[in-house]
């Protein structure tokens, strides 16, 4: 027996390192080398890449640049002198934050994030529970709840900007039933534009938070709701006091899913409002963004984006090693 | 479900109705979306709302005449078809070997998978764009956009897999290696017939994503390998302008997903909750 294992158990680790060599190859080539690029230019004054560094020549008829030398070793001194010549650094991050442009892209990020998180986390607990109730056509109706997450964030702000829009929107439509002093038009508005993108984006994802949390309640034991029903306690305090606390792994997948989400808010600002009216929608994403590929403004958007990678690191970390570094030890 | 049991007459009623209102309002905007794809440009930005226009064809035939709908759309069936079955390939066994063979930082491995899926793409867009249109030539083709998307879906692959393939009892497993089955056979005639449900669900959601990915598609392909996502993207126009012609496009390319969806409700519930809905 053990003769026949041996073989196997060889080819097992086999496939598990050939199935990790696309992983580790997107987190070596993507994420480490695409993020030091970033963060060592975001020292750098460069308005673009210096011509030198797109110099090419072939190696094995691929095009390779020119500091890669012809026996593959790297020649780092076209890009380090290239650094070392515009090296300005932390002029890029003092610009940064003291333009307006960016600290309100900060700051909607920020009211979007929280409003995010509370409210989809609210909706769909109570939506879940809603369903909990034995409900007829169950299926159906999660399916349509599941609809708005099934489609693309670019689909959903379309269709969000031309409701809100004043003028055949839903206000248009309550104006004409006869309410003709209905207002509401936030995607108009700069105060409240971000609340509009908010609706948008609550409506996408809401029901997937729902199935979530749906998930977690049909977990929990019925033997508990019996017992809470002997005892006299109302099922509002059942469901705070007892449900809530037994679903946290549930409320923690989810409160992962609503991060990656928020992170993601820039496509849904870019379709409904393009960071508009003004500059009030603006999110980080699409400052970087158009700094890079639209002001050619290398320096100040690699300087955002080290800003943004340093804030994801700040919020990961310390949730990472709290949620899985102590079990570990545990078990 | 418990509250069933006392619930009054009252109740039976309204929780139902509550529900289907909310349902109508979260089917609203997508009924629409529908909708205005049938009216001309001129009708659907009119404040009048719903039946004082003339149904018309027009936007769809308009769309497939003048827009090449169909390149755009066989681009998409193409790229997340492949790359579906490529997150698959990869992700299958390595899900086996996490689920059936956990080493000490199985736990870690998945979490970091996750955790890239949470880095802001923004901040290696640039350094992808010149990789790809500079050294490696490879921008705007087939090739790379099913490497993207399954690159940006094989966290959440493996991670589904991994939680299917966990409820296994590993005693099967054994069985079948007690039997002289080698690996392959395990994954092939063990494995992957007891997990039906959660690898459809899952190649149905990674699907999905890779159908309705905008950000890399959008960016990184001009007109060769570019799929639906980039059509809409083209189409947009400033506001109110073309909203007929923008439906349309919208339609069409959430269409299939919507048809799919509906077809697929199990697998796209289960899948979507990770199988906890049973």
Redesign the interface.
Known sequence: ?AH??RP?QL???L??K???I??IF??L???V???L??ITYSFTGSKL?PKKI?EWFDLFSI???SWIAKDGALDFSIPVGFVEKSFVGLKQYDRLWGENRWLISIENLFIYGICSLIFSLLIGFI?AA???????FE?????????????????TG??????L?P??GVQ??I??LGWSGFTFDPLYNAEIVIFGILFAGL?QGT??IM??M???L??ID?DI??AA?VDGIP?WKTYIFIVIPMMRP?FI?TL?II??GI??V??LVV?QTSGGPGIASEV??KY??DK??QAQN?GQ??AA??M??LS?MIV?IPW?YL??GG??KNG | MAIVARSSKFSRIMWPTVAWIVALIFFFPIFWMVFTSFKTDADAVKPEFLFSFKPTLENYFNMTENYDYWRFAANSVITSSFATILALVVGVPAAYAMAFNPSRHTKDILVWMLSTKMLPAAAVLYPMTFLTKNMLGIYDTHFLVIVVLCLINLPIVIWMLFTYFKEIPKEIIEAGKMDGVDTWGEIKDILIPLAWGGVASTALLCFIFCWNEAYWTVRLTTTEAATLSKLIEGNRAPEGLFFGRLSAVSTAAVGPIIVLGWFCQKQLVQGLTFGAVK
Do not use: H
């Open positions: 027996m026949a294992q196997s080819f097992r680790n496939s598990a050939i199935a990790a696309p992983m997107t987190a080539v993507v994420f080398g695409g993020t690029w970033t890449l797109f095009p390779v640049p939506l809603l369903l909990d109730q034995k409900i007829r299926n159906t109706f999660r399916t349509i709840l599941l609809y708005p997450f099934a489609l693309s964030f670019i689909v379309l269709v969000w900007q031309w409701l829009n003028e055949f248009s439509v104006r004409d409506w029901g997937f199935c979530l749906l998930a977690g049909r977990g019925e709701w019996k029903r099922m549930v997948t992962v991060a990656a992170v993601k820039y496509d379709a980080p994403a970087v963004y890079m590929f290398l958007g690699f984006s080290t943004m990678l994801v990961l990472a949620e899985f079990k570990k």
